[in-house]
């Protein structure tokens, strides 16, 4: 499988700002895209994910867009707080080969 | 959290030792999958399991083994560990028919 390249690797925000994380990819056979938070010393959580035959996904504060023909995805958070800090990894999955970003750290300042 | 235990949680040992780490899950999951997560490189998956002595290799599972003799337990193995397997090691399940996978709380290696 190919990799997953994801930028940036860190960002900050004011709380109450938006943030987006991208990630590209390079091949045609993945079909799922989840996004995973990660706090500090915790286990990675799956915040939200977008199959292949959806262009856009929400809750709540938290969205996700698809373009499949250009090969990138994002995550959207919007009126972040400072609880949303953390890691994010975006990754692509083809059957059983899942493969992840290497990480954006999101610092919202309050 | 999904009922996923990884033993040891952290672990200490010399270069050139056996070291077994554990993942047991209750969720009675078919699929399970050992990850290590590096800086800079997210997460990469070393091997995973498609069922009770099924499995296949990942993106980096040079100087790793695995063994699932039963539903609940995946077991990776470093026959002789090297400093550069120092990281912390995730195992991860997933139900069949569904891409989600939950991860268990880590495993915290490092090799002297």
């Known amino acids: 499988g190919e990799n997953v390249e994801q930028h940036p690797s860190t960002l900050s925000v004011q709380e109450g700002d938006s943030a987006v994380i991208k990630c590209t990819y390079s091949?045609?056979?993945?079909?799922?895209f989840p996004w995973y938070k990660q706090e500090l010393g915790k286990r990675p959580q799956l915040i939200i994910d977008i199959r292949s035959n959806v262009g856009e996904k929400k809750d709540q504060r938290i969205a996700v867009t698809l373009n499949k023909t250009a090969k990138h995805f994002s995550l959207h958070i919007t009126e972040t707080q400072p609880e949303d800090s953390a890691v994010y990894f975006c990754?692509?999955?083809?059957?059983?080969?899942?493969?992840f970003g290497a990480g954006t750290r999101l610092t919202v300042k309050p | 959290d999904a009922g996923i235990t990884q033993s040891p949680r952290h672990k200490v040992t010399e270069t050139g030792t056996p070291v077994t780490l554990r993942c047991h899950q209750t969720?009675?999951?078919?699929?399970m999958y050992w990850y290590r997560q590096d800086p800079g490189h997210g997460l990469r998956l070393i091997h995973y399991s498609y069922g009770v002595k099924d499995t296949d290799k990942g993106e980096v599972s040079d100087g790793y083994s695995v063994s699932r003799s039963k539903t609940e337990d995946f077991l990776l193995t470093l026959e002789s560990a090297t400093s550069s397997q120092t990281s912390v090691y995730f195992c991860a399940i997933s139900e069949q028919g569904k891409n989600i996978q939950y991860f268990g709380a880590g495993t915290r290696l490092s090799v002297l």
């Open positions: 969720e009675n999951h078919r699929y």
């Open positions: 091949d045609s056979a993945s079909n799922y």
């Open positions: 990754a692509k999955r083809d059957n059983n080969d899942m493969r």
